[in-house]
């Protein structure tokens, strides 16, 4: 949906400005990983607009997977609890990963998948993350790829939803408070 959504507050991150920071992240990623065996792993469900849009800016060979996972139900909160409910096709041994997440929150969700993919005995791991909220992060680990640093409060669109909705809309944006008080 365009511009203008009666329930979002105020826009965080514009479409424009997605567009051309993911296209740097993309050369960014295509000058570090040329020549190596690279997979995408997208998380389900709200890196897939992150994964489409970043897939497009690199100019290298590469391959995609999606995981899903559920570390938030239908609240606004992180529960922790990290949950596989879709897991890879194809093993990942010797190859590097680049898991592509939509957004860090307390980074429970990332910590858990690297080690998953470490253990499962991956060439390396790195994180691509759409956006990252600034002083959530529980453990702080370091992330080569970063799209934008965010206050720590909770957005929805571009992926994004508040109860698997809002997920469509082109920019990142603060929910109308009353959308979701009394939840
Ligand atoms: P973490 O494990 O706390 O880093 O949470 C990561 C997951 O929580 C993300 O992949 C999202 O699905 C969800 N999440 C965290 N913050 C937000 C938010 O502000 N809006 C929508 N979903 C969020």
Known sequence: MAAGHPDIERVLVTQEQLAERI??????????YRGR???????LKGAAWFVADLTRALDIDFTVDFMAVSSYGNAHKSSGVVRILKDLDTPIEGRHV???EDI????????????????RGAASV???ACVVK???????????????VIPNEF???YGLDYSEHYRGLPYIGLLKP???EGN
């Open 134 to 148: 600034e002083d959530a992060q529980e453990e702080p680990m370091s992330i080569p790829y970063v799209g934008f």
């Open 126 to 128: 790195e994180i691509a």
């Open 98 to 100: 680049l898991i592509a």
């Open 155 to 157: 957005v929805v669109g």
């Open 104 to 119: 860090l929150d307390t980074g429970l969700t990332l910590k858990y998948l690297a080690r998953n993919f470490r253990t």
């Open 178 to 180: 009353a959308i979701y």
């Open 37 to 43: 065996d690279l997979l995408i792993i997208g998380v």
């Open 23 to 32: 296209t740097a992240m993309g050369a960014a990623i295509s000058a570090d």
